[in-house]
Every structure is written in structure tokens, then in C-alpha cells.
């Protein structure tokens, strides 16, 4: 252990998870039983035999609300309770800079772990983005979150109030590219999450993203405003910069995606393999702690005090206001409104924490469709390897929380705001039924 004796550790845990408990023992006692809902977590000091064998860990994150978890383990010391005594949340300026710093790795003064695209861990596991295409091996230790992501569109298409379906910007874009030139969609990184999300929803409408518009990468916090200074006409973003965007007149919401899939994976935590084979303890007292997070995070009735601590200074530095409403379920998306919406983010419920190896397999086709990985690669075996549920599972059982742990490692057949249906059982056949592609 890191200067730290095990008698000194022992106490100082004690009373880290005594003082927890009574700091969090009233908004716990509020959850639901149900395995679908945020239940309960039992008291669970750490034993002799589960003491970590380092107490520090560096993580990253990316200034958006699905962060959440890996803030409120910090703040409301989680982390500690489990052992995880020095584990730093450090903030990132971009994907670009979160892949840099996991490729240095902590002891070369970068990062051991983050909050990340998920598929960004498969990208660099087979060296497809980085440098030198160096592979990284990276696993993938948790789901962050589902649903919460959105597609703003710029208000010069104001007028078309476009929704779900994207098909009325076709000729919009047509026309505009005409008297402009190039027409701009920006997303935050090269095959991640909201890139996939931009490219099927704009090539269900007939658009083709690889010809009819100029794909951009722009860092999250920068995406405001980059729409207020009309440099592109649509961008794909997870909050609170749509809500942001909206609430301040800047551009409309077309959708939140979890309109294009209801529940879709976004986020995961993920730590570099070495890393995480050297420190196995400490590792599981990680992810218990971000567990336990996300199950506070998913109590109603701790939503505004989640809200006014990632909104702080030293973490978004962004008003509470442009973060509650959203996380909540209320959707003021510019031209329509969803209220109590069951597409919210959520953290723990439904599932929503645990890393659906048919989740990585959906990721991993849809960037074989835009040319990102190889129609070759054989992305089960890959999955095998960096996905990490094994680790999940005994953090779920070591807090109590087995009625949550799915059955298997699938969540079955998926099916897209447009009809289509994913079925992890035959990726093959759902690419081959896509119009437009790259392969």
C-alpha cells in the first residue's frame, strides 16, 4: 500500500464509510426495492482480505452531466469509503486530450482511467487512433450512463422545426451548400458515440455524411459556441450544452437521443489494462464506489443536489439551471416539449450501469459501416478482451446489489426510432440492410 500502514487503513475506512453512511443515510433510504430502480446500498466497511493494494488513482473527465458518477464518488467520498483513499478526478479539455493522457498513463504523468466514449477503449485497444497506431489495451469496467445526448440544430433551420426525423435538411442543406459551400455537422470525436449518433440519424434521413456534409470535431464545452458564431449547422453533444444552447436562444434541440434509441449506452469507465491486471483490489473498490454514485444519482430526490455540485467551478462551471430540468426528464428542446420523459439519463436504473457486451458489439459495427475498423476484425474476440462486465458483476455482489446484476451479457434484439433492429446474434445481416455506408 501506499504509505499507508493496514492498521492506519483500517480505521481511517471505518470511519470513512461510518461518516458516509450518516451523510447519505436518508436520501438511501428513499430508493426503491426494485431491481429496475435505484435500490438501496448496504453498509459495506471493507474487509481485511479486499484492502486495495494502492490507495491513488488518476481519472479524467469530460465537463458533461454523464460524468456525474465519477464526481459524486469524489465528492461524497465513495471512493475513500471503499479504500480509494487519493483518487483524483481531473478534468479534461477534450476526447483528444483524454486519449493522450491514458496513453502516458499516470506514472508518466497522464491519466489511469476515465470517463470516456465507449467506444474510444476499442479504438485504442487496436491502435486506430493513436499514435504511431500504437496499441493501447484498454477495459472497459462500467457503463456510465444511458440516454442524454442530443442533436442541436443551428436556428436558420429554425423554420423547419425539425424532429426525429431529419429527412425536411436534405434539400435544406442542398441549398445551402449551393449558395455557401461546405455544410459543417460537428461531433466530439472520430468514431465515438456522438458521432454514430449524428451519421444514423442523418443517414436515415437520406443524408449521407460522408459526401452531402463536412463531418467536424469540436471539444464538448466548445460547442455553444460554436453554433452562436455560425460555424455549423448541426452538432451532436451530450448535456448540459444542449440545454445550455436552447435556454439561451443560440439553436433548437431536434432530438434527445434517446428518441433514436430508447435507453442506447453512452458513457463507460474505463481504465488501461495494465493498470487494472496490477491493481485488481483496487480496481473492484473503483468501480463499487462509482456504483454506489450511480445509484445516489438515480434517486429523485437527490437530482438538484447532484445538479448544484457538478455545476460548480472546479467541475462544469456551468449554471445548476441548465442542468436540472434535463436530468429530471423535462425537455424544453426549442420548438417542442417532453415532460416527465422516461428518456432522461439515467445511471443505475434499468440496467443502465451495466456494460452490455451486444452494446460493444453495436459500436463496433457502426464504426466497421463508416470505415473506422476493419470489415475483417473480429470484434467478439475483441469485446471478450476489453469488456470487463466479469469486474462489474463482483462490485455489484460486494455491494449488495445482485437483484441489479442482467442475466447475460445481451440485452436481445434493439430497435431504432426508424424501424431498424440490431440483432447482436447476426450483426452482419443488420449492415448489409444499411442504405447508406461506407463498407
Known amino acids: 500500500m501506499s504509505n499507508l500502514s493496514r492498521r ?24 426503491s426495492t426494485s431491481s429496475k430502480t435505484a435500490s438501496p446500498v448496504a453498509p459495506s466497511p471493507v474487509n481485511a482480505t479486499d484492502i486495495p493494494e494502492v490507495t491513488t488513482a488518476k481519472l479524467g473527465f469530460i465537463a458533461l452531466t454523464d460524468s456525474a458518477p465519477l464526481i459524486i464518488a469524489k465528492e461524497k467520498g465513495l471512493f475513500a469509503k471503499y479504500g480509494m483513499l487519493d483518487v483524483e478526478v481531473v478534468k479534461q479539455a477534450s476526447w483528444g486530450v483524454t486519449r493522450d493522457n491514458l496513453e502516458l498513463g499516470s506514472v508518466n504523468g497522464g491519466i489511469d482511467g476515465a470517463h470516456i466514449l465507449s467506444p474510444m477503449p476499442y479504438l485504442m485497444a487496436t491502435g486506430k487512433i493513436t499514435k504511431g497506431n500504437q496499441k493501447i489495451p484498454m477495459y472497459i469496467l462500467s457503463r456510465l450512463n444511458v440516454n442524454g ?55 436515415a434521413g437520406g443524408i449521407d455524411p460522408q459526401t452531402d456534409v463536412s463531418i467536424i470535431v469540436v471539444p464538448p464545452p466548445q460547442m455553444v459556441t460554436n453554433i452562436k458564431t455560425n460555424k455549423m449547422e448541426a452538432c451532436c ?32 469507465l474505463s481504465m488501461r489494462a495494465d493498470w487494472v491486471d496490477q491493481y485488481p483490489k483496487a480496481t473492484k473498490a473503483i468501480v463499487m464506489a462509482v456504483q454506489e454514485a450511480q445509484i445516489w444519482c438515480d434517486d429523485p430526490a437527490n437530482k438538484a443536489e ?66 473506422y475498423l476493419p470489415a475483417e476484425l473480429d470484434k467478439q474476440a475483441l469485446i471478450d478482451t476489453v469488456n470487463r462486465e466479469d469486474i462489474w458483476r463482483d462490485a455489484a455482489k460486494a455491494i449488495g446489489q445482485e437483484a441489479a446484476i442482467p442475466k447475460g451479457t445481451s ?6 426510432f426508424d424501424g431498424v433492429t440490431f440483432d447482436p446474434a447476426d450483426p452482419d445481416a443488420y449492415l448489409k440492410g444499411l442504405a447508406i455506408k461506407k463498407v
Request: hydrophobic share 40%.
Open 8 to 31: 492506519q487503513f483500517l480505521f481511517t475506512a471505518g470511519a470513512t464509510t461510518a461518516t458516509t453512511l450518516l451523510a447519505n443515510g436518508c436520501s438511501n433510504s428513499s430508493n
Open 149 to 203: 445526448q442530443g442533436i442541436l440544430v443551428a436556428n436558420s433551420y429554425k423554420d423547419l422545426q425539425i424532429g426525429v426525423d431529419s429527412t425536411p435538411l436534405k434539400a435544406a442543406f442542398t441549398k445551402a451548400k449551393a449558395a455557401k459551400g461546405e455544410i459543417k455537422c460537428a461531433v466530439t470525436f472520430p468514431g465515438g458515440t456522438h458521432d454514430l449518433w449524428m451519421r444514423y440519424w442523418l443517414a
Open 237 to 268: 453533444v451530450g448535456e448540459p450544452w444542449n440545454a445550455q444552447t436552447v435556454n439561451q436562444n443560440i439553436g433548437y434541440n431536434a432530438v434527445t437521443t434517446g428518441e433514436l434509441w430508447k435507453d442506447h449506452p453512452e458513457k463507460a
Open 306 to 371: 447532484m445538479c448544484n455540485i457538478i455545476s460548480a467551478r472546479q467541475w462544469f462551471k456551468v449554471p445548476a439551471l441548465d442542468i436540472v430540468e434535463r436530468a429530471e426528464g423535462n425537455f424544453d428542446l426549442g420548438v417542442r416539449k417532453l415532460e416527465n420523459s422516461p428518456l432522461l439519463m439515467k445511471f443505475w436504473n434499468d440496467a443502465a450501469s451495466y456494460p452490455f457486451k451486444s452494446h460493444d458489439l453495436w459500436f463496433l459495427t457502426e464504426d466497421t459501416r463508416w470505415g
Open 411 to 416: 440485452r436481445g434484439v434493439e430497435t431504432f
